[in-house]
């Protein structure tokens, strides 16, 4: 056997390897060029190591590289039954695209083609007339939950037989891009050896849903920076309960990584209504926002299951696809990552529980106020799984990232529902927060558009950080002699929309001050939020040192939102730092965009990221729900006839829902569909606008009917209510 090497002037011979060697060979041979000659024989060293590896992977990989995907028909024969069908089974080797074909004759005027994965669940469906085609991307994340998949070919019309064949075509190899990814590891191993550093993490194609809720705004040129916020003064962490910034050789103490995640979809493939078994499937057309993935903790799950159906169904009426997929703790951060970068439309994440944490450091970090910034500091960094297609990389090999370079921004939004470091029971804390969002949500708990700005002496010149783009009655308390805990305490019980709070932190208080920063007024701790000042504001935007560091215990970002307080969102920093250029935050929330949506926005605006920012910035987080904002809540509830109702049909009936009173006169819109039971469908009947807290229609058939209806307020659509199911008495 003869092993491939460099000759003497030139790189690898390349007529035979794969193009991620090469790309890979090359990056190792650029950087030669700029090392001295002593390291020059180190990095030899290491190229030979790396040649000799990658010749006996490419043999390895060879078989598999030849192949691509293999074909396989199917005859199939189904009777006029409704949901009469034929299942064909067949096992995926690598990714790429299931394609399935079906043709027929007969009585039968349409079927339906549905691809099945591991567990049964639906990926994808397609009805219509023969030929009927169905094809699916089946990703890396798709292939982790198993290979054994299924098409069925279903009739569902009622009009009688259909008998034909399907060809399925699928994948029995790993792609070039899977390839990569398995030399770039063996390269990182290799480099470790043989210098002793990591070459960092290389990302490959990212499959995010592109930001719909971000065409048309620029937020830079329509919302101008009122102030300069290099003036800002700095933030410091509070040590007055001589508590120190949480190390990453602490968080490994309590939260040791041992790597290899496992995850797994659980996901509910249908909804049960007045005797109706509909589909959950994913469509762009349907959910045109793209997919959000509830990642839970695999030992939480079982406890607050009921809750995450739940929320799948809530964020359904703003347009996105929730998918509930168990993960588990001790995985990586890059794996973590990986995972959520293969899945196709995926819009943003939820991550409940205590899931893989990524953390960053970085050596011109605060010192004091007044002092240079070079001080040492690491943190928390959620941003990492928000950015998927930059280029994070730890230079030292210590485990925590220090450089990002490329396309900072991020992809997808993100909210920690991050409980697992707070007293009592994780579950019910978990559980309590979710009954409270569907109340909000449902309109059951009432709705602010009020803001508060409460800044401490030393950023008195903030006055309202321009909440006052997004909301039209904001009060400011900048006042030296009233910004003590006292009176914020008793700001707290204000129902507002958003309470912002300037003033130095720790992840367990509020340390306030007088005269200029100079003396003493008081203290807020984590337990007077969580049990005698429980904040009535729903959102919260904490300008306050490392508030929102989750990894810490009772941490008082976590306090705001969880527990028995109206929080339900908490915008915060994992590290001293917090969030400026609020004009581009609160300018997006102007424009309709949840709260997750806007920091997305937020983020992309505040690009290029230089040191001063990655020291302000890089610890922000979102605590809670991130597809909340005050419209969501303002949403019309006790919807008549409620879901369930029977009514006299055919006939006129009256909808009716409780009114919006708080900006005078409103729109809404009502849409009401009917179920068209020869073609197994819901059909549009009919909408209509109105003023009105009623309306009246004709619904025309003796057949099931479901109905909703949402508000337009400030120019802006809110939310769709629940579908309200009715059927005939």
């Known amino acids: 056997m003869t092993l491939i090497g460099p000759s003497a002037n030139s790189g690898p011979r390349n007529s035979c390897l794969p193009k991620a060697f090469l790309i890979v060979y090359k990056k190792i041979t650029m950087k030669d060029k700029a090392l001295k000659k002593g390291d020059q024989m180190l990095k030899k060293i290491s190229k030979i190591f790396f040649v000799l590896g990658m010749g006996l992977l490419f043999l390895s990989l060879s078989n598999i590289y030849s192949q691509e995907s293999k074909s396989q028909i199917f005859d199939f024969k189904l009777s006029a039954q409704f949901g009469d069908r034929n299942v064909f089974e067949f096992e995926v080797q690598g990714i790429g695209m299931i394609e399935a074909e079906a043709t027929w004759t007969g009585a039968a005027p349409t079927l339906s083609l549905i691809l099945n994965g591991p567990g049964g669940s639906a990926y994808a469906r397609q009805d219509g007339k023969s030929p009927l085609k169905l094809a699916y991307n089946l990703t890396q994340a798709d292939l982790n939950l198993g290979t054994k998949w299924k098409i069925s070919i279903v009739n569902f019309s009622r009009k009688g037989s259909a008998q034909g064949n399907v060809k399925i075509k699928y994948p029995i190899r790993k792609t070039e891009t899977v390839e990569a990814k398995v030399v770039t590891e063996t390269v990182t191993k290799l480099s470790e050896k043989a210098t002793g550093q990591k070459e960092g993490v290389l ?30 003064k700095e933030l410091r962490f509070d040590t007055s309960r001589n508590e120190k910034p949480l190390s990453y050789r602490q968080f490994l103490q309590k939260f040791p990584i041992r790597g290899k995640l496992k995850a797994k979809i659980i996901d509910y493939k249908e909804i049960t209504k007045i005797g109706l078994t509909i589909p959950r499937i994913y469509s762009p057309q349907e959910f045109p926002n793209g997919k959000v993935i509830i990642a839970v903790n695999s030992d939480l799950y079982s406890g607050v299951s009921a809750s995450l159906r739940r929320y799948v169904d809530d964020i359904a009426t703003q347009g996105y696809f929730g998918i509930i997929h168990l993960v588990d703790s001790t995985g990586t951060p890059e794996e973590l990552r990986d995972y959520l970068g293969a899945i196709e439309d995926i819009a943003g994440v939820v991550l409940v529980g205590n899931l893989p944490v990524a953390w960053y450091e970085h050596d011109k970090d605060f010192c004091g106020p007044g002092q240079p910034m070079t001080c040492h500091a690491e943190w928390p960094c959620d941003l990492f799984f928000m950015d998927l297609d930059g280029t994070w990389q730890d230079q030292d090999g210590d485990g925590i990232f220090d450089s990002h370079t490329g396309n900072t921004a991020p992809e997808i939004f993100l909210g920690r529902i991050a409980a697992y470091t707070l007293t009592g029971n994780e579950a019910t804390l978990v559980n309590d927060y979710f009954a409270k969002d569907h109340r909000f949500r449902t309109g059951e708990a009432g709705f602010s558009a009020r803001g508060i700005t409460f800044i401490d002496d030393d950023w008195s010149g903030l006055g309202k950080s321009s909440m006052d783009l997004y909301l039209d009655i904001v009060e400011d308390f900048t006042d030296q002699d009233y910004t003590n805990a006292d009176n914020y305490k008793n700001i707290l019980q204000r129902r507002l929309a958003w309470l912002q709070l300037c003033c130095h932190s720790s992840p367990t208080l509020h340390h306030f001050h007088k005269n200029k920063g100079k003396d003493d007024a008081g203290f807020v701790f984590n337990n007077d939020i969580q049990n005698t000042n429980r904040p009535q504001a729903f959102f919260h935007n904490l300008f306050c040192c490392s508030s929102a560091n989750f990894t810490v215990g009772d941490y008082i970002a976590g306090w705001y939102t969880f527990g028995q307080s109206f929080g339900l969102c908490t915008v915060g920093s994992t590290k001293t730092g917090s969030m400026q250029y609020f004009e581009y935050f609160y300018g997006a929330l102007n424009e309709g965009l949840t709260n997750g949506e806007a920091l997305v926005g937020w983020w992309d605006s505040i690009q290029p990221i230089d040191s001063g920012k990655r020291a302000w910035h890089y610890g922000m987080t979102l605590i809670g729900d991130p597809l909340l904002n005050w419209r969501v809540g303002a949403i ?36 009401v569909e009917f179920w068209d039971s020869g073609q197994s469908q819901w059909k549009l009947h009919g909408g209509t606008d109105t003023v009105e807290s009623n309306i009246t229609l004709n619904l025309n058939r003796r057949e099931k009917y479901r109905w909703r209806v949402k508000v337009l307020l400030k120019e802006k659509w809110g939310p769709w209510s629940y579908w309200q199911y009715i059927q005939p008495q």
């Open 203 to 232: 990302r490959g194609r990212v499959k995010a849903k592109p930001k719909v809720y971000m065409q048309g705004i620029n937020l830079k040129t329509k919302y101008l920076l009122k102030r300069n916020y290099a003036l800002t």
């Open 636 to 671: 019309p509830h006790s919807l008549n006839p409620g879901d369930g109702s029977r009514v006299p049909l055919p006939g006129q009936i009256t909808f009716s829902w409780s009114p919006i009173t708080t900006f005078g006169a409103v729109k809404y819109k009502v849409e």
